[in-house]
Protein backbone atom coordinates (compact mmCIF):
# COMPACT_ATOMS: atom_id res chain seq x y z
CA UNK A 1 0.00 0.00 0.00
CA UNK A 2 1.20 3.51 -1.05
CA UNK A 3 1.46 5.72 2.39
CA UNK A 4 3.05 8.77 3.19
CA UNK A 5 3.69 9.43 7.12
CA UNK A 6 4.70 12.83 7.82
CA UNK A 7 6.16 14.13 11.94
CA UNK A 8 8.81 15.90 13.50
CA UNK A 9 6.29 19.25 13.83
CA UNK A 10 5.66 20.92 16.59
CA UNK A 11 6.00 24.54 18.83
CA UNK A 12 9.16 26.53 17.81
CA UNK A 13 10.31 30.28 18.28
CA UNK A 14 10.44 32.53 15.63
CA UNK A 15 14.17 32.07 14.95
CA UNK A 16 14.17 28.08 15.81
CA UNK A 17 14.69 25.50 13.35
CA UNK A 18 12.58 21.96 13.06
CA UNK A 19 13.14 19.17 10.40
CA UNK A 20 10.25 17.35 9.27
CA UNK A 21 9.89 13.84 7.99
CA UNK A 22 8.25 12.05 5.64
CA UNK A 23 8.55 8.30 6.10
CA UNK A 24 7.17 6.63 2.21
CA UNK A 25 5.86 3.09 1.47
CA UNK A 26 4.96 1.10 -1.18
CA UNK A 27 6.15 2.61 -4.68
CA UNK A 28 5.93 6.43 -3.90
CA UNK A 29 9.02 7.28 -2.72
CA UNK A 30 9.97 6.46 -6.48
CA UNK A 31 7.99 8.96 -7.62
CA UNK A 32 8.96 11.28 -10.33
CA UNK A 33 8.94 13.70 -8.00
CA UNK A 34 8.20 14.12 -3.99
CA UNK A 35 7.30 17.13 -2.24
CA UNK A 36 6.27 19.77 0.75
CA UNK A 37 3.11 21.78 0.36
CA UNK A 38 1.68 23.56 3.46
CA UNK A 39 -1.80 24.80 4.39
CA UNK A 40 -2.73 27.88 7.02
CA UNK A 41 -6.22 27.94 8.50
CA UNK A 42 -8.72 29.83 5.76
CA UNK A 43 -5.87 29.55 2.86
CA UNK A 44 -4.65 27.61 0.07
CA UNK A 45 -2.80 24.57 -0.26
CA UNK A 46 1.02 26.20 -0.71
CA UNK A 47 4.25 24.75 -2.50
CA UNK A 48 7.32 24.80 -0.33
CA UNK A 49 10.04 22.57 -1.75
CA UNK A 50 10.40 19.81 -4.05
CA UNK A 51 12.80 17.52 -5.22
CA UNK A 52 12.80 15.41 -8.63
CA UNK A 53 13.84 12.17 -8.97
CA UNK A 54 16.87 13.59 -10.54
CA UNK A 55 18.14 15.19 -8.10
CA UNK A 56 16.56 18.79 -9.01
CA UNK A 57 15.40 20.96 -6.38
CA UNK A 58 12.92 23.85 -6.14
CA UNK A 59 11.47 26.38 -3.90
CA UNK A 60 9.11 28.47 -3.11
CA UNK A 61 10.52 32.38 -2.77
CA UNK A 62 9.19 32.62 0.54
CA UNK A 63 11.50 29.43 1.95
CA UNK A 64 14.36 30.31 -0.33
CA UNK A 65 17.97 30.20 1.63
CA UNK A 66 16.08 28.80 5.16
CA UNK A 67 14.39 25.61 4.12
CA UNK A 68 16.32 22.48 2.91
CA UNK A 69 14.60 19.50 1.16
CA UNK A 70 16.28 16.20 0.89
CA UNK A 71 16.00 12.65 0.72
CA UNK A 72 17.43 9.40 2.32
CA UNK A 73 16.88 6.97 0.21
CA UNK A 74 17.99 3.87 2.09
CA UNK A 75 15.29 5.18 4.99
CA UNK A 76 12.85 6.11 2.22
CA UNK A 77 12.69 9.22 3.70
CA UNK A 78 12.06 12.61 2.47
CA UNK A 79 13.08 15.43 4.44
CA UNK A 80 12.40 19.58 5.34
CA UNK A 81 14.97 20.79 7.45
CA UNK A 82 13.28 24.51 8.53
CA UNK A 83 15.72 27.07 9.54
CA UNK A 84 15.24 30.66 10.51
CA UNK A 85 11.53 29.93 11.03
CA UNK A 86 8.73 33.06 11.14
CA UNK A 87 5.46 33.46 12.74
CA UNK A 88 4.29 33.56 9.05
CA UNK A 89 5.36 29.72 8.40
CA UNK A 90 2.85 28.86 10.86
CA UNK A 91 0.69 25.60 8.72
CA UNK A 92 -0.37 22.49 8.30
CA UNK A 93 3.26 20.86 5.76
CA UNK A 94 1.58 17.70 3.50
CA UNK A 95 3.96 15.54 1.84
CA UNK A 96 3.23 14.63 -1.85
CA UNK A 97 4.47 12.40 -4.07
CA UNK A 98 3.85 12.54 -7.73
CA UNK A 99 4.08 11.27 -11.37
CA UNK A 100 2.71 14.12 -13.33
CA UNK A 101 4.67 17.03 -15.69
CA UNK A 102 2.60 19.98 -14.75
CA UNK A 103 5.38 21.52 -12.78
CA UNK A 104 6.68 21.39 -8.74
CA UNK A 105 4.08 23.41 -7.07
CA UNK A 106 0.79 22.65 -8.99
CA UNK A 107 -1.13 20.27 -6.95
CA UNK A 108 -1.84 18.49 -10.61
CA UNK A 109 1.64 16.92 -9.98
CA UNK A 110 0.79 15.12 -7.06
CA UNK A 111 -1.38 11.88 -6.74
CA UNK A 112 -0.79 10.85 -3.46
CA UNK A 113 -0.71 12.86 -0.18
CA UNK A 114 0.21 12.48 3.46
CA UNK A 115 -2.14 13.65 6.00
CA UNK A 116 0.08 16.71 7.71
CA UNK A 117 2.19 17.92 10.47
CA UNK A 118 1.09 20.87 12.24
CA UNK A 119 3.99 24.14 12.75
CA UNK A 120 3.42 25.98 14.87
CA UNK A 121 6.16 29.22 15.37
CA UNK A 122 5.04 31.85 17.89
CA UNK A 123 6.72 33.60 21.16
Known amino acids: QEQLVESGGGLVQPGGSLRLSCAAS????????MGWFRQAPGKEREFVAA???????DYANSVKGRFTISRDNAENTLYLQMNSLKPEDTAVYLCAAGRYYYGASDVRTYDHWGQGTQVTVSS
Open 51 to 57: RWSGGNT
Open 26 to 33: GRTFSSLI
